[in-house]
């Protein structure tokens, strides 16, 4: 492994947003949200080749904190061969957690997510699973842990912590800032850590635009240098 900084870049997401409906009498709420960026990182690694990013993300929640996440996203993941393909690929990420809200400013969640991808390759399928464990305070601080045992059909474990801040500089704008940590062991070994620095502003009507800067450091060179 060597220490470098590695993915600095700058995203542009423009999103409109569905508005949150109570479903009859069995209190569920569902919202959705449809948007494009000018590329994709994901803690920390970049997910795209400079191409535009499609997403469409649905969400369905009961009152008593039980939820079903869908997110759909397109990947044009680089030529080294740790990565599952070269091609493009869609993502689907099909979550179910549980959110029990400890006080009204504490919430813990607890979530199982299944990353799915179209693309089967010749030795293996790219699907991984992984446990995620939230503490959110007030939405302007949030803590992430998340563990997988085999990363895109690996024997690769990787676990992931992060810390995010949100705060609203004013009514339409906001912004925030994730510090990851990720810590990987088996075949590809790593250690790296990541920047995500955000800031959005929340249109008239449902949409919505957000910048995006996205810096990694120490990153060894299973992922290429791209």
Known sequence: MFS???FAGLLCVIAMHARTQESGPRNLFWTGQA???SGLVYRGITLDQGALVPSLN???EHTSGFYLHGWLTRVDMPQPAYYPSADTMWQT??????KWRVSPAWTM???HNWYRYSDELPDRRPDYRE???TVDYNNLLVLDYAHTEELWGLDHQQDALSLGFHWPLTRRLIGG???GLIEQTGVYQDRYHYLRLNLGYLLAGDWSVQLQYHDSFGVADVYGDN
Request: proline share 0%; net charge positive.
């Open 58 to 60: 649905l969400a369905v």
């Open 177 to 179: 800032a994730t510090l």
């Open 35 to 37: 948007g494009v960026a």
């Open 109 to 111: 969640t607890i979530a």
């Open 93 to 98: 990420l099909l979550a179910t957690g549980y």
């Open 4 to 6: 470098r900084t590695a």
């Open 131 to 133: 446990w995620l464990f």
